[in-house]
C-alpha cells in the first residue's frame, strides 16, 4: 500500500477540474483517501498552440493567470509543504468559482484579475498562509517545478488531454484525463461513482470514453446555481469554440 491512493493534478482556472477535485474531496471525507495535489498548466501545455486559433478570446489571459497562481502554489509546496497546496488549492477555487464574479468586469477582465496580488491576498489570508507567497506570482524560476509536474503526468497519460489527471494508486497505477464532470454527485453517489471510474482505470485495456457535448458547468462563478441544469454546449479541444469559428 501507497503513502499516497491519489495524485491529483490541476491548473486552479479550469472549471471542470475544480469541480472534479471537489467531487474527489467528497469521496476523500467517505473513504479516508489521502490525496497529493499536483500542478499541471494549461498555459504551458498550450505554449506552442496559437490562441486565437484555439481558443476563444478570453483564454489566454485566464490559462495565464492560472500559471501566476499555479507559481504561488509552487513556492508554498517549497517553503511550506504539500498540506499548503491543499488548503491553497480548495481556497482559489473557492474564490474562482464558486463566488459570483464581479458585476463592472468584463468576463476577459475577471480572467485576467485572478492573477494578481488583488485577487490572491484574500484567498492567502483566509488559507493562513504567508501574504509574501504573492511575490511568486511573477518568479518563472517557479515554471521548472510547474512543468516537471505536468511533464510527469503526461509522461502517464499521453499528450492529447487536459486537465484533471488523476493518478490511481501511484506510483504503479494507472493515470487518467477526467472525468469531466459538470455537476456534483449527491453526497450518497458520490462514493458509487468514485468506485465506477476506479473500475475502469483498473482494467488494463481501457482507453477512453468520451463526449464533447457538455453542460455548463453547475457553478456560481458561470451564473450557473447548483441544482440547475446547464445549457448543452459542444466543447472542441478544450474549449466551447466551434471549428467553424477558428476558419
Not at 474527489?24 to 489521502?34: G, K, W
Not at 485576467?112 to 489570508?125: S, Y
Not at 505536468?150 to 504503479?172: Q, S
Request: hydrophobic share 40%.
Amino acid at each position: 500500500m501507497t503513502s499516497t491512493d491519489i495524485r491529483f493534478y490541476f491548473d486552479p482556472v479550469c472549471p471542470f477540474c475544480w469541480l472534479t477535485s471537489k467531487w474527489i474531496r467528497m469521496v476523500q471525507a467517505e473513504r479516508s483517501l489521502t490525496v497529493d495535489w499536483r500542478f499541471i498548466s494549461l498555459r504551458l501545455i498550450n505554449a506552442d498552440v496559437d490562441y486565437d486559433a484555439h481558443f476563444p478570446p478570453e483564454y489566454e489571459a485566464g490559462h495565464t493567470a492560472g500559471l501566476r497562481l499555479l507559481r504561488v502554489a509552487a513556492r508554498a509546496r517549497g517553503e511550506h509543504g504539500p498540506e499548503a497546496v491543499d488548503v491553497l488549492q480548495a481556497g482559489l477555487g473557492h474564490h474562482i468559482f464558486d463566488t459570483p464574479p464581479p458585476s463592472d468586469v468584463t468576463d476577459g477582465e475577471n480572467r485576467e484579475r485572478r492573477g494578481t496580488r488583488e485577487f490572491l491576498e484574500p484567498v492567502l489570508r483566509e488559507a493562513g498562509l504567508p501574504i509574501t507567497l504573492a511575490d511568486a506570482l511573477d518568479d518563472e524560476s517557479w515554471d521548472a517545478a510547474i512543468r516537471a509536474d505536468g511533464e510527469e503526468a503526461l509522461r502517464l497519460t499521453g499528450k492529447d488531454v487536459g486537465t484533471p489527471i488523476i493518478h490511481f494508486e501511484p506510483p504503479e497505477g494507472v493515470a487518467f484525463f477526467g472525468p469531466v464532470i459538470s455537476r456534483l454527485p449527491e453526497p450518497e453517489d458520490a462514493g458509487e461513482l468514485w468506485d465506477h471510474v476506479v473500475a475502469l482505470a483498473r482494467f488494463p485495456g481501457f482507453a477512453e470514453m468520451k463526449r464533447s457535448l457538455r453542460e455548463q458547468p453547475q457553478l456560481v462563478g458561470f451564473g450557473v446555481q447548483p441544482g440547475t441544469v446547464g445549457k448543452q454546449e459542444d466543447w472542441h479541444g478544450g474549449s466551447r469554440r466551434l471549428r467553424s469559428e477558428r476558419r
